[in-house]
């Protein structure tokens, strides 16, 4: 038996999305280039806030132009805190070790609901060498703030029938509506509870806002069987994580990995033209590419493998995250993979 609260959300509850663009600053030398305008621009107006006159373009490349991205709770109170995201939309090679400057977050009614501002957690890094050479670890132009910004302003109420809710399942289930539908009744009396569809079960409650909390609070605990839910395997794009609940099995396939190599090395050479012959020394580069392709191997996953044996059976074929991703994915569309895919 599950608590009900952990199967469903209340109805007008819901999360709305902000939105805002500001600047990231102190970083070392990873910013947006110079021949970001808009960046250049937000630095040049910032500054003539506080009252100081550029006689020359500023130079960004400590600097990043940001957007950023926030969901805010209806029952979200002003003073209160919420995590934001922090993404680049300039030529900044990395946000790690950035400030984001004050910055006002819009609803979709251009309304200001919060204000941004904190020192970011990166996730990714990313190294560059003096010849362009570089090396990046999943995304460092995309951060977090957890508790980045600061509630300015409510979500005014919806106009719903102040007279029921509706509990809105988290992983719509006919199973689990019935489920929550009986329960209700059970402990309610008929006509109190009315599911609707697999995604919501329609709930009659009190008028009065003092009784209607109290009656909310006795829902929440309220046991419910939940209905058989399809397994979930969750991927992370940007870190490679990749998440499999324990009831993930696949069907008969056999599953072939190889990793495709692509080396390319570049030199000078110098062009030294004949004595006599008027022409000038020049410089040619010269590149050279080869490909190789590491050996296949294949593995035949039997019906009904269980999750131990999945993650064997690919630490066998020396799967890295990422060929993780795309062997999970590839069983997906071959319809081999009982389990709901979901990428984020």
Known sequence: MTPLLNLV????????????YGLVVGLDGSGDRNQVTFTAQSMSNMLRQFGIQ???????????????????????????????????????????GGTLL??????????????????LVVGGASAEGGDGSSVTVNVPTVGRIP???IVEKAVPPSGADASFVSLNLKTPSFQSARNIESALTAKFGG????????????????????MRVNFLAMLEDVPVKEGRQRPRIVLNSRTGTVVMSDTVYVRRA??????????????????????????????VRRSTVSMAEDKARM???????????????????????SDLMSILQALDEAGA???????I
């Open 254 to 283: 056999a599953v072939a990995h190889g990793n495709l190599t692509v080396a390319i090395s570049e030199s000078t050479q110098i062009s030294q033209p004949n004595a006599l012959s008027g022409g000038t020394t020049e410089r």
């Open 9 to 20: 959300e209340i109805g007008g509850e819901r999360k709305n999305q902000l939105v805002g």
């Open 337 to 343: 993979l009982d389990a709901d895919l979901i990428v």
């Open 102 to 119: 004050l910055a006002p977050l819009y609803g979709v009614d251009g309304e200001v609901y919060a204000f941004a501002q904190g020192n």
């Open 147 to 149: 508790g980045g910004a």
């Open 54 to 96: 550029e006689e020359t373009r500023a130079k960004t490349k400590n600097v990043a132009a940001v957007s950023i991205h926030a969901d805010l709770n209806s029952v979200t109170s002003p003073g209160q805190q919420i995590d934001i995201t922090v993404s680049s939309v300039g030529d900044a090679k990395s946000l790690k």
């Open 191 to 210: 006509g109190v509870a009315t599911a609707y569809n697999a995604g919501a079960v329609r709930v009659r409650v009190p008028s009065d806002p003092s």
């Open 299 to 321: 593995t035949v996953m039997p019906e009904g493998t269980s999750l131990d044996k999945i993650v064997a059976s690919l630490n066998e074929l020396g799967a890295t995250p």
